[in-house]
């Protein structure tokens, strides 16, 4: 069953950021995250109703203006990165979030996104999202991400 979902949620996730972001993604190792020097940035989502848990996506700080550009139809050396980029990090994770439930829940599914944190991401969290089952690791573009899914 876990890996149906996996599967799910893995195609799910990929289809929507080439949509949304237009950025070209294949599931990856998670440990490749520790071999990078990157800093990271995560958008965590809670969620209730059918489906009820939270959704993470952490990626590397200087994909975040080339998320929000495209997103944006602007190049990410035009965006303030201290406003726009992070909103748009959270607009992703909005909609990544409601596609995932609907993946697992039905497309019926009765649900309630809670608003995206966004925050650093430290050494200690992303060696955890690493080892944890948790979290499914992905290459997307030229960069390392891992998306986080826990429902209960």
């Known amino acids: 069953m876990r890996d149906q979902v996996v599967e799910s949620v893995s195609a799910t996730f990929l289809g929507v950021v080439e949509q949304l972001t237009f950025m070209f993604g294949e599931p990856a190792s998670k440990s490749g995250v520790l071999a990078t020097d990157d800093d990271y940035v995560v958008a965590h ?18 994909c975040v203006a080339e998320i929000a550009g495209n ?22 994770l909005n909609v990544i979030c409601g596609h995932v439930i609907m993946a697992i829940a039905g497309k019926g599914a009765d649900f309630r996104l809670g608003g995206p944190i966004i925050s ?6 992303l060696a955890a999202a690493v080892t944890s089952d ?19």
């Not at 989502?45 to 200087?62: E, I, M, N, Q, R």
């Not at 948790?134 to 209960?152: A, P, Q, Y």
Request: charge should be negative; glycine fraction near 10%; charged fraction near 25%.
């Open 45 to 62: 989502l809670d969620f209730t109703g059918d489906a009820k848990g939270w959704l993470s996506l952490a990626v590397p700080t200087g």
């Open 71 to 92: 997103i944006l139809g602007l190049e990410p050396d035009e965006l303030d990165p201290s406003s726009l980029a992070p909103d748009s990090l959270g607009e992703v």
């Open 120 to 125: 650093e991401a430290s050494p200690e969290f």
């Open 134 to 152: 948790d979290w499914l690791g992905f290459m997307l573009e030229e960069n390392m991400v891992l998306l986080g899914l826990f429902t209960e």
